[in-house]
């Protein structure tokens, strides 16, 4: 259970930071600072865990602390590789935080969730498999969700701001691609050592895009560096710790279902802090993706559990 709530609590986390970057929007500071502040209180937060996990290492016993040092080093292949695979993240808040500039947050979340069946896509080209039927079933509710929880049905299409919409569908691009690279890039090496790697590559690209003045002209010193601390805290280093040590003890399935929380916290938030309407047909999409993200694990769950009753049976009759 603790490793379930863990993943939960990472998925909640996730589920706040749109609200926190409308609220910066609102007081005057640009995507370059939004984001470059978040993957710099990330990038802080994440050197001082990987030092204190190399701290921890020197007081055990010998083998122990040579596991964790292991662990931790890497060669500057290996970082370059992870600092690549840190670039689609950083280039996810990117385009997602602009969205927010011409969408609501509750639209920007939703166009976020496409990466679940954008995944699927992408591992069916690559595989060159077609989706079984529980999948194609999954993608259909998704689809249908989504129509619901944007509000397509109630608003029509000419009322929504296709740069938006396009922004917040390329973010959901690139979070596919960075779920791909993250899980092929070193997987080996420490979850902290990792984390730190990727955020460092994502916070440099950032600042070559848009060159940190604010760190030196005193901006940084007003409330964009609560708003940088929140999104970094919330954003570039709870989730991925609680992910760590959660994902491995309940498996991927399980892990996608429970991180789909995100969606109905940010929807929550956009109606409860940005006093943005949400009806009740857009909760019903919200309930509907949903149910497309849960599906194929409740079908896994179901076939397992009928195995084992059925085996079961056999033996008892033997």
């Known amino acids: 259970m603790k490793y379930m709530i863990s993943v939960f609590l990472g998925a909640v986390s996730y589920g706040i930071l749109s609200t926190i970057v409308v609220k910066a929007y609102g007081q005057g500071y640009s995507l370059g600072e ?37 662990a931790l080093s890497l060669t500057w292949k290996q970082r370059f590789m992870l600092m690549s695979a840190g670039i689609p993240t950083a280039l996810t808040g990117l385009l997602y935080y602009q969205s927010l500039r011409y969408i609501p947050n509750s639209l920007a979340i939703v166009l976020l969730f496409q990466f679940t069946w954008m995944g699927v896509l992408i591992h069916a080209i690559s595989t060159r498999k077609r989706p079984n039927g529980i999948m194609l079933l999954t993608l259909s509710i998704l689809f249908g969700g989504t129509v619901l929880a944007a509000g397509i049905m109630e ?14 569908l390329l973010a959901a691009v690139s979070y ?15 979850p902290a050592q990792r984390s730190l790697w990727m955020i460092t ?39 991925p710790v609680l992910f760590a040590a959660g994902v491995p003890h309940i498996g991927g399935g399980m892990a996608g ?62």
Do not use: D
Request: aromatic share 10%.
């Open 34 to 70: 939004v984001v470059g502040t978040q993957l710099l209180t990330g990038f802080i937060l994440s050197w001082l865990l990987v030092l204190m996990l190399k701290l921890r290492g020197k007081r055990q016993a010998a083998k122990s602390t040579e596991q964790v040092q292991q």
């Open 155 to 168: 608003q029509g299409i000419s009322e929504f701001n296709w740069t938006g919409i396009a922004l917040g």
């Open 176 to 190: 596919s691609l960075f779920i791909i690279f993250s899980g092929k890039a070193v997987p080996a090496v420490h």
């Open 201 to 239: 590559g994502g916070m440099i690209f950032v600042f070559i895009l848009f060159p940190p003045v604010y760190l030196f002209n005193g901006v940084i010193w007003s409330s964009l560096l609560l708003f940088g601390f929140l999104l970094g805290l919330f954003g570039a280093f709870i989730p």
């Open 257 to 318: 279902i429970l991180g789909a929380s995100e969606l109905p916290v940010a929807v929550m938030l956009s109606a409860v802090v940005l006093h943005e309407q949400v009806s009740a047909l857009q909760w019903a999409g919200v309930v509907l993706v949903l149910l497309g993200v849960a599906l194929p694990e409740l079908v896994k769950g179901s076939r397992n559990k009928g195995n084992t009753t059925r085996k079961k049976l056999e033996y008892s009759a033997g």
